[in-house]
């Protein structure tokens, strides 16, 4: 069975509402996999590998700071910046 996890990273700048990135790691078979929402300025978005927690691991986050939350915090917080790209014309 998968578990997946969310976070959310906050920089100065960013709330909670709108997230700097929004993360997921998922365990499945005793194997992790972090990953990224990403977009990008063509438009495309979606999961990507992370190395946010490896990074972490070395102190090279110490500007950002992280939380979990639920899925439909995560959820929420995408929609909302898929629907402020499209507003924009983004996509």
Do not use: C
């Amino acid at each position: 069975m998968e578990q997946v996890k969310y976070y959310m990273v906050v920089t100065d700048g960013f709330t909670r509402e709108r997230p700097r990135s929004v993360l997921r790691r998922s365990v499945r078979e005793g194997v992790e996999r972090d990953e990224v929402y990403k977009f990008y300025r063509d438009g495309r978005h979606g999961w990507e590998f992370s190395d946010f927690f490896v990074r972490e691991l070395f102190g090279q986050n110490d500007d950002k700071e992280h939380f979990e939350v639920t899925q439909d915090e995560a959820e929420a917080a995408i929609e909302r910046r898929i629907r402020e790209r499209e507003s924009r014309g983004i996509g």
